[in-house]
Each structure stands twice: as structure tokens, then as C-alpha cells.
């Protein structure tokens, strides 16, 4: 497959550099970035006038399935809402339920221009054949949760299941699919187990996904059960020592950010879920300024309530001027950067998330044609503080169309619908 994008303005590399012209691509990768038309001829052209093209969107942390948990336990705060509102209503959970709802979550989140997320939930092989079948690119495992102090790896189905998953699927999909190591969290593990694990996912050359440090109270807690706090909790098991992006990490002490910094941990910014559920405000300005490269996720719909990385953007560049009380807190470029580089390789994934020759051609195109989008100084602040997910009229994994000028080129949206509404009624009833 070939096809070249003609009179696009495009975001190139890592400053999202504007350029108007051509971009073209040539199977999975662009092979063309520039103002005057390419010598090369592709089999399709495409005219772009009046979008801008970007990288695609990459959504570093997610519960796909929670899009059926839409809203609920509404005005609780975490501990409440998570063991309260979302556990009793997910031990009704069943693999064609959870299908359901990872179907209904690929709609809106292709619609909205993502083509590469991080999931932790339930039955993750199930999500793994529906990326397969439409295209998208996804990080995902079998969450290690652990009650009892005293289990061992080998009589963990969650950790055996885990290892299987990673050995049987990771790079499916000519390495759309990465198999992870979630670590659910602190508070839902216990210390040896979680030794134990970390020391297998390093042996296997893994990276783990977790939350970290969302509220106050988990933090506390921590301190309270193990005289730490939860960076310093994984540091000192060994979690820290493979590749770790943790989710939230909003109550960070001085000692947390030296630990980040020293094994590298890249920090999650979930904004919508954080003011959701009042677990505070990250010091997103602060994680730079360190060194940190945080990336961007919306969480679960239950505490968003939409897998929208648009508003997300938005979001984490308002929150952080409120949070620092500079009206500069964040560039429009840094925010940009948080929803596409700063994931991708949060992923493991350093061939995608700038649009450059030789790089992945996973890409989304944004309209310029509504009113909201006029006029048009700097297309970065208009993406970051004007665009909705709606304004998205073509998305691109791997070179291949998922999505264009509103109609879904490998999901049936449709059944999907049906599917939906048959599981709600089968989650509620």
C-alpha cells in the first residue's frame, strides 16, 4: 500500500515544526516529508487541504473495558468509588462483556485519532486478537495483583498467565502488540510477591505499567504499613530496575522525584481522572524540570468519563497553569509532545511517534474547517486548546487506515453498538 497525502500542514519532528506539502507513505513506515511534490509516484492521493497532520496519539494508561463503567460511583473519591462503585460491578465481568466493552473503546478512541495505548484490565488476550483484526497497536498484560503475603510465583495464576502471555504474544502484529508486566498497585499487592515478580520481569527483560502515588491516602497508607512511600515501596523491590511508566504519581516527595529520576520512570499525567475523583493536581512542571518525560492517558471512562486524548491535552495544559500559577506552565508543544513522543517510547515503541522519513506512519488528521478552528496562528496551541476528538478525519496505524472522514475502514460499528447495549444489559440487570 502506498498513498501521499497532498497540500497537508504538517507537524514534523520532534518540535512539531509546521510544513505545508506532501507526506507520503509507503506500506508501514513514511518514506516523504516535503514542500514540493515527491518524484515517486504512490497508488493514492489524498487531499488535505484544510487539516493539519500530526503524530498519532498515544494513550499511556487505560481500562478499555470500563467503557461500560461509564460514570458510575460518581462524586466518590478513589478508595470509595474503587472498592464501593467499580470492584462489585467488575466481579459480573465475563469475556464477552469485557469484548464488548474493549469493542465500544476502540470506536472512540480511533475516532479521536489514537492509534497506540496501554491497557491494564481484565482478559487482555481478548483485546490483543481485536487489535489484531483492526489495526490498532496496544501495550498490555495480565495485572499482578497479590493478597496474600505468602503466595509464590508459581502458584500465582496471575503471574504464570502473565509470563505465558508475554512469551506467546509480545511483538504480534509485526510488534503492533507489546505484552507487558502491570502491577496493579501498591495497595493491591503485598511486598515479597512483588519482589519475587519484579525479579522475573527483569530476568525477561520486561516493562511494567502500575499506579503510582494517585492520592494522599495511598500514600499515607504506605507509609503506614511499610515505613515508605510507593516509589520508594518499588524501588526497594527491585521494580524499578526494568523499564516502569507509572500511571497518576501525583503526591510525589522530594526523595520520590530523585528515585524517578534515577530509574528513569516515566510519569503518566491523567488530568480528567485526577480532578474526577479530587486526587489532586500532578506537578507536571516540576517532573520536566527533573528530567522526566511524562506521557498522557485518559484512565478508565469510569473516572473521565471519555477516552477523548484531546481533552486530555487540554486538560494537563490548563490544570498546570492553575497548579503553578504561571500562565506558561506547559508549551502547547510539551503537551504535544506528552501525547505522542513521550508515549510511544513510554511503550517501548522509538519508531513512532514524530513524523519523520523512515519512522512508523502512525498518524492522525485533524479538520481546520469547523468555526472552533479559526482562525489558525499556531496550529500546536490550536490542537492543544481549541481541537475536540470530533475534529479528527483520518487515522493511520502502521501505514494502514483505520479511520476516515467519519467512517471506521476496520471495525463494524454497528455490531459493536449492539454488542454494547446487549452487555450492559447483561452487567445491570
Known amino acids: 500500500m502506498s498513498l501521499l497525502l497532498k497540500n ?49 496519539l498515544v494513550n499511556a494508561h487505560g481500562h478499555a473495558a470500563m467503557t461500560l463503567l461509564r460514570g458510575i460511583g460518581s462524586g466518590l473519591p478513589l478508595e470509595r468509588w474503587l472498592w464501593d462503585a467499580v470492584f462489585p460491578v467488575e466481579e459480573r465481568l465475563t469475556p464477552e462483556i469485557v469484548k464488548a466493552g474493549n469493542g465500544l473503546a476502540l470506536l472512540e478512541m480511533i475516532a479521536c485519532g489514537t492509534t497506540s495505548f496501554t491497557e491494564m484490565y481484565n482478559d487482555p488476550w481478548i483485546m490483543v486478537q481485536q487489535c489484531l483484526d483492526c489495526g490498532m497497536k496496544i501495550n498490555t498484560g495480565r495485572p499482578f495483583l497479590c493478597f496474600d503475603p505468602e503466595e509464590t510465583l508459581d502458584k500465582s495464576e496471575r503471574a504464570q498467565s502473565g509470563f505465558a502471555m508475554f512469551d506467546e504474544m509480545h511483538l504480534a502484529g509485526s510488534g503492533r502488540i507489546r505484552i507487558d508486566f502491570p502491577i496493579h498497585a501498591e495497595y493491591t499487592n503485598q511486598s515479597e510477591p512483588v519482589r519475587a515478580y519484579s525479579r522475573e520481569v527483569l ?36 521494580t524499578f530496575d526494568s523499564p516502569v511508566y507509572a500511571a497518576h504519581c501525583v503526591h510525589l516527595s522530594e526523595s520520590d522525584l530523585e528515585i524517578m529520576k534515577l530509574h528513569h520512570v516515566t510519569p503518566v499525567h491523567c488530568p480528567s481522572s485526577n480532578m474526577k475523583l479530587a486526587s489532586g493536581a500532578a506537578p507536571v512542571r516540576r517532573w520536566i524540570d527533573e528530567g522526566l518525560s511524562p506521557a498522557l492517558g485518559t484512565d478508565g471512562c469510569a473516572s473521565n468519563n471519555n477516552l477523548n486524548m484531546f481533552e486530555e491535552m487540554h486538560l494537563a495544559a490548563m490544570l498546570a497553569k492553575v497548579e503553578t500559577g504561571n500562565a506558561n506552565a506547559l508549551s502547547a508543544r510539551e503537551v504535544l509532545a506528552m501525547a505522542t513522543r513521550n508515549g510511544a517510547l513510554a511503550q517501548g515503541r522509538d519508531d513512532t511517534g514524530i ?34 476528538g470530533s475534529d479528527v478525519c483520518l487515522t493511520l496505524a502502521d501505514g494502514r487506515i483505520l479511520y476516515e472522514d467519519g467512517e471506521y475502514k476496520t471495525l463494524d460499528r454497528e455490531k459493536i453498538m449492539r454488542d454494547a447495549q446487549d452487555a450492559v444489559r447483561k452487567l445491570y440487570s
Not at 203 to 221: D, F, P, Q, W, Y
Not at 362 to 380: E, R, W
Request: proline share 7%; hydrophobic share 35%; glycine share 10%.
Open 8 to 56: 497537508a500542514l504538517i507537524l514534523q519532528g520532534k518540535e512539531f515544526t509546521p510544513l505545508y506539502g506532501y507526506l507520503g507513505i509507503r506500506e508501514d513506515k513514511i518514506d516523504y516529508i516535503g514542500k514540493e511534490r515527491p518524484e515517486a509516484s504512490y497508488l493514492r492521493e489524498k487531499d488535505m487541504d484544510g487539516a493539519i497532520v500530526l503524530p498519532g
Open 203 to 238: 530476568k525477561r527483560g520486561g516493562r511494567i505499567h502500575l499506579h503510582l502515588s494517585e492520592t494522599a491516602a495511598e500514600v499515607e497508607n504506605c507509609q503506614a504499613k511499610y515505613g515508605e512511600t510507593p516509589p520508594e515501596f518499588f524501588a526497594s523491590r527491585g
Open 355 to 388: 513524523l519523520d522519513v523512515g519512522m512508523k506512519a502512525d498518524l492522525c488528521a485533524v479538520s481546520v474547517k469547523a468555526p472552533h478552528m479559526f482562525p489558525d496562528f499556531d496550529p500546536a496551541e490550536l490542537l492543544v486548546y481549541s481541537a475536540q
